[in-house]
C-alpha cells in the first residue's frame, strides 16, 4: 500500500461526505462558498454546456478542505489528522524535511485531463479570498482588520521548459494570431470560460486583476509595477544562475574556483555564459528572487512539477534510486523555492500538479514506484479513461510484429559510434504506424473533413530523426507531410528555435499537413495536440515515468462533438471491459509495440488501461458504421420551419406588472413561530439560499449592520438568482430566441413589495428588531420560496406576451444540411429531408417502429427525427419542478394535410415523471401561442403536441389505427398536463 495514494483516496471520503452533507460550505468564508456553489451545485452547473469532471472538482475541494476548513501547517499533519493509522509506514525522514514543513498539495490528475482548470480555480479562490477577507466576530484588533493568513493576491506559476510555459502565457495572456506578435487577453482562459470559472458580480474584478498583475519573465519580475498583487509566470530557469553557490573550502579559504570568479567574471571564448542574455541575468542575479522572497505571502503553483524533486550530480540529473552519499543536491528550482519560503512560515504554499508525481528505484522489474507524500487528490488515467476524458489506448501488436521480435530496434551505428541508419526493426514500427494514420486520414475524411489525424514519432536521439524524416519521403509522404522539431538529447531546445519551431505547429489540429511529428524529448510535455492518433515510441531504455509522458502527448479528445458519444461509450465498453477490439478508432490512441517495453505494455493491460489491436479493428473502417447522411435531392417538399416568438429588442416587460395578489404567501410556518426559531439575538448568521446556493452575505448579530445597503444587495441578488436562469437558456448564438428582458428596478421593487406585504399574509418589516434573520436564515427555507414565486411569474409574464403584432423568426430544418448516425441503427425513409434517419442503440426498439410506422401511413406528409444536438433551435422552455428552467427537444415532428404534430415517445415507465408532466405543460402552452400566430406564420396548420406511450402505440398501430388516429388518442390537453380538470 502506498500511503500518499491512500491518503488521497481517504481524503476524497471525508470531504465528498462532507460537501454532501453541507457542513464543508458551513465551515469557509462566504467567498468560497459562493465559487464553490458557482462551479459544482447542479443548479449552475445544469446550465451550463461545460463544468468541471469529477476529477477536477475533487482537486478543487480536497485543498480548500485541507487549507481552509483544516488549517493544515504541513504535510505530516495530514497523515496525523486523516490517517493516524497510517503513520508506522510514513517516511518520517521525509515528511521531516524542510519542504514538507509548510502547507504543500500534490495533484495527480491524468495528462489530458485538464489540470490548468484546477490551477485557475484555485488562484481565483486565493486572490477572491485576499481581497474580500473579512473579522469573524472578536477577531478585531484595535479596529483594524486581521487577516488569516491563509489567502494571497500573490502568485508564482513555475513550468519546466518552453512549451509548458507558452502554455501558461495563453491562459493568462491570451492567444497569438498567427504571425502576429500581440496577445488578445479576451482568448485568455478566463475570458473565454467565464461562464464556469466566475460568479457574473466576481467577473470585472477578475478580469482587472488578471489584466494589471500577470507578469512574464521577459518583463522583469520584480520590475514591472503591478496593482494589489502578483501573478508571476516564469519557467525553471528563473532560479538558474540565482542561487549563490558556496565555493569556499572547509577551513573558509576562498577557493581557486571562487578567485577565478571574482577576477575574471566575464571570460574570453563562446561559451553560453558569455552570451548577453546571460551576461544581463548575472549582473541581475538574484533580484527575481529576492523581490519574491520579500513578499509577505505567496502561492506557488508547479505545472509538471515531476521535475522539482529531480536531483543532480555533476550535472546531470538523477533519480532518488541513484542517490550517493555527498554527491547529491536539489535541482535550482527546489533551491529557489526554498529561498522564496525562508521568512514566510504557513503564509507560503505550494501546489504540485504531474500526472507522474514519483520518482522511480531500482530498474527492470525490480524498479518501483515513490510516490510524492504530498498527493492530496489521485485522478488516475484509468479512471479518465473510464469516465471519456481522455483517448483510450490500443497496443497495435499486428502479426509481423509479435513475429519478429529478434529483430534490432535500435538505429545502426558506425565504428564512431554515430547513426548511419535506422534498423529494420525501426523500419517495421514506423510503416506500422503509417499504415495505421493513412487508413484513420481516409476515413475519418469520410466522416468529417475537419479531422485530421497525426502521427507522433518519439526518436532515440536528434541524429536518428533525418533517418526517420528520409524514411517517410521514401513511403510516399512529401516534405510538407512531416515536420521535425530539433532539441537536445534531454529534449531542451534554446527560445529563438522555439520560435520558429512554434510556427511549423501552430494550430496544426485544424490542417492536413504535416501529417507526421518528429521530436526526441521535446514534446512529452505541454503539448497540446488533440489529433495524435498514433505514437511510434523508437527510445528503446527509458524509465515508466518518460513513457506514461510520452503517451500523454496523445491521450487529448480529438471527437468531442455530442454526435459521437454513444458510439465512444459502446468501444470503452468493449476496450475497457470487455478486452475486444473497438467498433472504430475514434477517440482510439494508438501506439506501436516496441519490443524493449513488454513489461510496461504488460502493466498497461492489468490495470484495464489498454486493448491488443490486432489490426481486425474496424472492420468496415476506422469510423466503424458511423455514416454522413445529407439533404435528398427533393428535401424542399419535406422540410418544416420551425417558429420563434421574438421581442422587438427595445420592448421590455416594464410595462407588465406583477400582480403580487398572484404570488403565494409563506404558509409552512407561522411568522411568529419563525421569529422564535430565528429571529434570535446573540448568534451570527450566514444566509444561504437552498435552490440557488447563492450566498447572501455574512452578518453579525447586531441589528444596525444590517442596512438598507444590505438589504438591497439581498433584493437585488434574488433577482439575478431568478433571471439568471432565463438568461444561461437564451444564450444561443446561433439563431435569435426569445430573451427575457426586465425592468430591474420595478422588479426589484415588487419584490420589496411581496416581502413587505404579502409574503407572511401580514404586514413584515425586515429592519424590526432581528427579523431580517428570518430571510438571511441557514437553511434558506423563506428565500427559496421568494425565488421560487418570483421566477414563477415571470415565467408567466414572459408566457403571456401577445402574439398578435408578435415578429416570427423561422428556422428551416434543412439550414442542417447533413447529419450524423450510426448506419446499422438507422433506416431509410421517403418522407424526410434526410436519406435515413437514426434512433438509440439503446432501448431504440420502440422509435425505430415509430419511424417505420410514420413512413408508410398514407396521412403523414412529412416528418423528421429530432436531433437534439444538431436541430438545437427546436426547443420548448419549461420549468422543472424544483423550480429550475430547463430546455425540451419534442422526439418527432410530423406533418398531414391539416395538422402539425409535435410527438414525444416515452417508455410506459416514464409517463408519470413530475418534470415530464412539466415538459407537457410548457409543449401545450407553446402550441397554444404558435396557434394563435397568423396560418402562414406556422406552415398553415394547427399545431398539436402528442405524447404516445408504448403500449398505445403498439395497441392503436396494430389495429390498424393511422397517425390521425393514435394522435387524437394521445394529444395533450392543457387539463392532462397540469392534473387540473378545469384547466
Request: hydrophobic share 40%; charged share 30%.
Amino acid at each position: 500500500m502506498n500511503a500518499s495514494l491512500e491518503l488521497a483516496k481517504r481524503l476524497s471520503e471525508t470531504v465528498n461526505a462532507a460537501w454532501e452533507s453541507g457542513e464543508l460550505l458551513e465551515q469557509v468564508t462566504p467567498t468560497t462558498q459562493n465559487l464553490l456553489k458557482w462551479w459544482f451545485s447542479e443548479e449552475y452547473c445544469s446550465q451550463r454546456k461545460q463544468n468541471f469532471h469529477a476529477g477536477q472538482r475533487q482537486a478543487i475541494l480536497n485543498i480548500v478542505y485541507l487549507h481552509e476548513v483544516m488549517g493544515v501547517k504541513n504535510v505530516l499533519e495530514y497523515y496525523e489528522q486523516l490517517t493516524p493509522d497510517l503513520m508506522p509506514v510514513v517516511e518520517l525522514a521525509t515528511l521531516g524535511q524542510k519542504k514538507y514543513q509548510m502547507p504543500k498539495y500534490a495533484v495527480k490528475m491524468a495528462t489530458g485531463t485538464g489540470k490548468t482548470w484546477v490551477m485557475h480555480a484555485l488562484l481565483l479562490w486565493q486572490m477572491l479570498n485576499a481581497r474580500h477577507e473579512r473579522l469573524r466576530v472578536g477577531e478585531q484588533s484595535s479596529g483594524m482588520d486581521v487577516k488569516s493568513g491563509r489567502f494571497t493576491k500573490n502568485f508564482l506559476i513555475v513550468a519546466p521548459g518552453l512549451i509548458v510555459y507558452d502554455r501558461l502565457l495563453d491562459a493568462f495572456c491570451g492567444r497569438m494570431q498567427r504571425d502576429k506578435e500581440e496577445r488578445d487577453i479576451e482568448t485568455n482562459d478566463f475570458y473565454q470560460n467565464q461562464e464556469v470559472f466566475i460568479p457574473v458580480h466576481y467577473r470585472q474584478e477578475v478580469f482587472s486583476f488578471i489584466q494589471n498583475n500577470v507578469v512574464t519573465k521577459d518583463e522583469g519580475i520584480g520590475r514591472k509595477t503591478t496593482g494589489d498583487g502578483l501573478i508571476a509566470l516564469t519557467n525553471w530557469h528563473l532560479f538558474e544562475n540565482q542561487i549563490e553557490e558556496d565555493n569556499t573550502d572547509e577551513d573558509g579559504e576562498l577557493t581557486p574556483s571562487e578567485i577565478i570568479d571574482k577576477l575574471l567574471p566575464i571570460r574570453p571564448g563562446k561559451a553560453a555564459g558569455n552570451d548577453l542574455g546571460m551576461l544581463d541575468r548575472r549582473y541581475l542575479r538574484g533580484s527575481e528572487l529576492e523581490y519574491l522572497a520579500s513578499l509577505e505571502d505567496i502561492m506557488v503553483i508547479n505545472d509538471e512539477a515531476h521535475h522539482i524533486h529531480e536531483l543532480k550530480r555533476n550535472g546531470e540529473r538523477l533519480r532518488v534510486g541513484e542517490q550517493r552519499s555527498g554527491m547529491i543536491e536539489e535541482v535550482e528550482w527546489q533551491k529557489g523555492l526554498n529561498a522564496i519560503s525562508e521568512k514566510k512560515g504557513e503564509r507560503f504554499f505550494q501546489v504540485d500538479f504531474s500526472a507522474t508525481p514519483y520518482d522511480q528505484r531500482g530498474s527492470g522489474k525490480k524498479a518501483q514506484k515513490c510516490f510524492f507524500p504530498h498527493i492530496v487528490v489521485d485522478f488516475d488515467l484509468a479512471t479518465a479513461m473510464r469516465k471519456g476524458l481522455v483517448k483510450t489506448l490500443l497496443l497495435d501488436r499486428r502479426q509481423e510484429l509479435t513475429e519478429l521480435k529478434d529483430l534490432d530496434y535500435k538505429a545502426v551505428r558506425d565504428e564512431r559510434n554515430k547513426v548511419c541508419d535506422l534498423s529494420d526493426g525501426q523500419r517495421l514500427m514506423l510503416r506500422a504506424g503509417l499504415a495505421k494514420l493513412k487508413k484513420l486520414e481516409t476515413d475519418f475524411t469520410k466522416l468529417d473533413e475537419k479531422k485530421n489525424p497525426k502521427m507522433l514519432v518519439i526518436c532515440e536521439d536528434t541524429s536518428v530523426a533525418p533517418f526517420v524524416n528520409q524514411l517517410m519521403l521514401e513511403d510516399g509522404l512529401s516534405q510538407e507531410d512531416v515536420v521535425t522539431i530539433d532539441s537536445n538529447a534531454k529534449g531542451e531546445v534554446s527560445e529563438e528555435e522555439w520560435k520558429e519551431t512554434k510556427k511549423k505547429l501552430f494550430d496544426i489540429d485544424k490542417y492536413q499537413k504535416p501529417k507526421v511529428i518528429i521530436s526526441v524529448l521535446m514534446l512529452r510535455e505541454g503539448f497540446d495536440v488533440n489529433n495524435i492518433c498514433v505514437i511510434v515510441p523508437l527510445r528503446s531504455s527509458e524509465a515508466p515515468i518518460l513513457l506514461e509522458q510520452i503517451i500523454g502527448r496523445g491521450l487529448r479528445l480529438m471527437w468531442r462533438e455530442p454526435d459521437y458519444q454513444s458510439i465512444k461509450e459502446l468501444d470503452r465498453k468493449r476496450v475497457l471491459q470487455l478486452r475486444t477490439h473497438p467498433t472504430t478508432y475514434i477517440d482510439m490512441l494508438s501506439i506501436i509495440e516496441h519490443p524493449a517495453f513488454l513489461q510496461f505494455y504488460d502493466e498497461l493491460f492489468d490495470e484495464g488501461l489498454a486493448a491488443e489491436d490486432t489490426g481486425e479493428t474496424g472492420a468496415s473502417g476506422a469510423t466503424g458504421d458511423l455514416i454522413r447522411v445529407g439533404l435528398r435531392e427533393d428535401y424542399e417538399l419535406f422540410d418544416f420551419e420551425w417558429p420563434m416568438i421574438v421581442r422587438e429588442a427595445e420592448e421590455e416587460l416594464e410595462d407588465v406588472d406583477i400582480d403580487i395578489r398572484t404570488l403565494q404567501p409563506f404558509t409552512a410556518f407561522p411568522l411568529e413561530r419563525l421569529r422564535q426559531f430565528l429571529a434570535q439575538d446573540g448568534e451570527t448568521f450566514i444566509s444561504q439560499e437552498a435552490l440557488s446556493k447563492t450566498q447572501f452575505g455574512r452578518y453579525k448579530v447586531t441589528a444596525n449592520l444590517f442596512t438598507a445597503t444590505s438589504y438591497n444587495e439581498y433584493l437585488q441578488k434574488l433577482l439575478r438568482t431568478i433571471t439568471l436562469r432565463f438568461d444561461r437558456i437564451s444564450s444561443h448564438k446561433e439563431m435569435p430566441v426569445p430573451n427575457l428582458q426586465i425592468n430591474e428596478a420595478r422588479m426589484i421593487a415588487v419584490v420589496d413589495m411581496y416581502i413587505r406585504t404579502r409574503l407572511f399574509n401580514q404586514p413584515f418589516n425586515p429592519f424590526n428588531g432581528s427579523d431580517w434573520k428570518i430571510l438571511l436564515s441557514k437553511d434558506a427555507i423563506v428565500t427559496k420560496h421568494i425565488i421560487e414565486e418570483m421566477a414563477r411569474a415571470i415565467f408567466n409574464i414572459q408566457n403571456n406576451i401577445m402574439t398578435t403584432d408578435a415578429q416570427v423568426v423561422h428556422t428551416r430544418f434543412s439550414s442542417v444540411a447533413e447529419i450524423k448516425m450510426r448506419e446499422s441503427y438507422s433506416l431509410e425513409v421517403s418522407k424526410c429531408i434526410y436519406e435515413r434517419l437514426g434512433y438509440p442503440t439503446s432501448r431504440g426498439g420502440f422509435e425505430k417502429a415509430f419511424i417505420e410506422f410514420l413512413d408508410r401511413d398514407g396521412e403523414v406528409e412529412r416528418f423528421l427525427k429530432i436531433n437534439e444536438s444538431q436541430h438545437n433551435f427546436a426547443v420548448i422552455y419549461y420549468m422543472r419542478r424544483d423550480g429550475l428552467m430547463a430546455t425540451y427537444h419534442p422526439d418527432f415532428i410530423v406533418a398531414t394535410g391539416e395538422k402539425i404534430y409535435l410527438i414525444e415517445t416515452k417508455g410506459n415507465d416514464r409517463l408519470f415523471d413530475r418534470n415530464v408532466r412539466q415538459k407537457q405543460t410548457a409543449a401545450v402552452e407553446w402550441a397554444r401561442k404558435i396557434n394563435e400566430l397568423n396560418p402562414e406564420e406556422r406552415m398553415n396548420r394547427e399545431w398539436e403536441y402528442v405524447l404516445v406511450s408504448e403500449d398505445n402505440f403498439y395497441g392503436l398501430s396494430a389495429n390498424g389505427a393511422t397517425i390521425r388516429d393514435i394522435c387524437d388518442r394521445c394529444k395533450v390537453s392543457s387539463s392532462a398536463a397540469t392534473g387540473d380538470l378545469f384547466a
